[in-house]
């Protein structure tokens, strides 16, 4: 609310975000499948809804639900590393 929160970059970078449900329901499954030699074991699986996002539009989504000012400043990469 201070107004200093910066997207690094442009913001336009793609991320997936996972709904709690699904993330919920996969942990669920993986553990109706879990067993010892079970061909799942050991595996690393990556939860997804498949519908990648600008981190610019995920971001402000949750601030204008949050009823807190959109963010529109950048940061350039070289300054924030």
Known sequence: QA???R????GRNRIDT???????QAH?????HLAPGA?????????SNGEPMAVREIVNALLRAAGAPEVDKTLPFGAAY
């Open 28 to 32: 669920f499954d993986a553990f109706d």
């Open 3 to 5: 107004g200093r929160l």
């Open 18 to 24: 996972t709904y709690i449900d699904n993330a919920a």
């Open 7 to 10: 997207f690094v970059g442009d």
């Open 39 to 47: 061909a799942c074991a050991g595996k690393a699986y990556f939860i």
